[in-house]
């Protein structure tokens, strides 16, 4: 596979010299009155998702070129690579296959979908697994002395299923209580334990290694807790989500759940890591969930570049980003129970293409991932949108509106939804026909995402097409998406820092690092 990087392709030449002459100058006003074709050119409906792109600063010129960088950039055949489980995490080795944990198990019968045995036989595991996750979600489900699920687990094993339980509340189970603990801060499972009761919990351990350090104490602390409160049975009330089953074993957990190396963290909603969302909404709640990713799986495969909603997306995050520099994004998803959407995107694409070096390790002289931010609109409105309207900063903003509520209160979801159009509309036009402190200049970026209505099958089409869309923006900038070297350096100090913490060795400490660690060992405070 010959994967070429976006700053060495012809077309890339080509974009700059597009920005200098009049790229940079693109006013979305004007070029709406100019072009009376530019919503068609800049929009486009994929599975679930329809996604108006028009109020961008970029023209049609621009748009071809970067269409031809992703061709020149081997786009097509980086993707096939994708969809045939090569390796193409290459810093680990290890396939990425997340969207076989979507593949229907009616496509099992025919060989010829999968590129080697070894595809299809991961085809076959992951349908086993997944029937017999399901079918123990379904006990949960009708075991009515389950009242309070705990989920143990932190970053990929709780954004994506803790997003997920929340957007589709409407979908859940009364009698259900699904509680998060991610955090190692002890207020967070302390709070938690305080509301539950052993008998009536089932604590989900969700680790792919097994090993994260805030995960194990935390399900230390919950078996410590179960055992000092009376529970009777750690076999039926902890079950494990994991790689690392062997771990889960030794820990003391009969019940696993196991997935497998290909399936990143961050990437693992679809996997055994959803089973507390499979317990809220139920097996065909579930399987819609992954019908819908796999629609979307389906359109980001076959459709040509310029009719797929992931390319289309990752190509305008680039031209935002290298060319006009802006540096973050702000996602507004108007549904509340999309609240936790901002996070999962922050994982999803600062922990994938938050590289500053190159699939091969050489460093790259252009910027990555932007900072992705944001909260449910209207809140935000009244928070942080005077800066987005009229700082000195421009941030792209993505809206995320749903057509349907799901709730019967009048009026709510109308003023809702004309509050996301109007500040779409607001942040383009601004208002010259008032000066000084009340002046918009305008032309402010944004893209709309609409959903017909928030279910599981248009939930995991959204989150599909962000997954591609970050598959897509690496691919481009040449870098392995699929790894996440930048988190180590931390956990390793943070080791050495316990140990120093009990012993009060400072060797080798700056004088900032030493000095906060004596004001921690300072008399009075909770640790020697
Ligand atoms: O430290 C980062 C990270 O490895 C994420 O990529 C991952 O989602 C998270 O930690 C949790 O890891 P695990 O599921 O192995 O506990």
């Known amino acids: 596979m010959n994967r070429v990087r976006c700053d060495r392709t012809p077309a890339w030449s080509a974009l700059q010299a597009v920005w200098q002459a009049d790229g940079q100058d693109v006013d979305l006003r ?12 800049f929009s486009l409906q994929a599975p679930h998702v329809y996604a108006d792109l028009s109020k961008n600063r970029i023209d049609r010129v621009a748009q071809q070129l970067l269409l031809d960088l992703a061709q020149q950039c081997g786009l097509e055949a980086h993707r096939d690579a994708l969809f045939s489980g090569a390796a193409i995490n290459t810093t680990e080795d290890r396939a990425v ?10 496509a099992l019968m025919n060989q010829g979908e999968f590129a080697t045995e070894l595809v299809a036989d991961s085809a076959r595991q992951v349908h086993q697994t997944l029937d017999a996750m399901l079918a123990y979600a379904q006990a949960v489900r009708s075991d009515e002395t389950l009242t309070d699920i705990v989920n143990i687990g932190i970053g990929g094993s709780d ?5 997920a339980v929340q957007a589709l509340d409407a979908f859940a189970l009364a009698g259900k209580r699904l509680h998060f603990v991610s955090n190692v801060d002890g207020h967070e499972l302390a709070a938690v334990l305080a509301r539950v009761r052993p008998e009536n919990t089932l604590f989900l351990v969700a680790s792919k290694t097994f090993t994260t350090i805030e995960t194990m104490t935390n399900a230390a602390t919950a078996r410590a807790w179960f055992q000092a409160q009376g529970g009777q049975d750690v076999g039926r009330h902890f079950a494990a989500l ?3 089953v062997a771990a889960a074993r030794q820990f003391g957990i009969r019940t696993t759940f196991g997935f497998w190396d290909w399936v990143g963290g961050r990437y693992s909603l679809w996997s055994a890591i959803g089973l507390p969302l499979a317990i809220a909404i139920g097996e065909p709640g579930f399987r819609q969930l992954l019908a819908g990713a796999h629609a979307m799986d389906q359109h980001f495969r076959h459709a040509a570049l310029a009719d797929n909603l992931p390319v289309r997306l990752a190509l305008i995050d680039l031209w935002n980003r290298n060319f006009h520099g802006f540096s973050s994004r702000s996602i507004a998803p108007y549904h509340s129970a999309l609240r936790r959407l901002p996070a999962y995107l ?3 694409e600062m922990e994938s293409n938050g590289k500053r070096v190159d699939a091969r390790g050489e460093a790259l002289p ?3 991932s932007p900072v992705l931010w944001g909260e449910p609109g209207t809140n935000g409105q009244h928070a942080y949108f005077q800066m987005l309207h009229q700082g000195t900063d421009v941030v792209p903003v993505e809206f995320v509106a749903v057509r349907r509520a799901r709730h019967d209160l009048p009026g709510h979801h109308d003023l809702l939804l004309c509050n996301a159009v109007a500040q779409a509309q607001a942040l383009m036009l601004g208002r010259s026909d008032a000066g000084g402190h009340r002046h918009f200049t305008g032309n402010r970026p944004s893209t709309f995402l609409l ?3 928030l279910t599981p099958a248009s939930l995991g089409a959204l989150i599909a097409l962000q997954e591609h869309r970050v598959f897509v923006s690496g691919s481009l900038w040449g870098i392995n998406s699929f790894d996440q070297w930048g988190v180590e350096l931390g956990k390793v100090l943070a080791r050495d820092m316990q140990a120093r913490l009990v012993s009060g060795d400072e060797a080798g400490l700056d004088a900032s ?3 906060l660690l004596r004001r921690l060992r300072a008399p009075g405070s909770a640790t020697p």
């Open 242 to 244: 994991t790689t690392n």
């Open 366 to 368: 252009f910027a990555t």
């Open 346 to 348: 922050q994982q999803l």
């Open 451 to 453: 959903l017909d209505d």
């Open 97 to 106: 296959m997340h969207w076989l944990l979507r593949y229907p198990a009616s």
């Open 30 to 41: 004007s070029a709406f009155e100019a072009d009376p074709g530019r919503l068609e050119a």
């Open 159 to 163: 954004l994506g299923p803790q997003m």
């Open 513 to 515: 690092t030493a000095s």
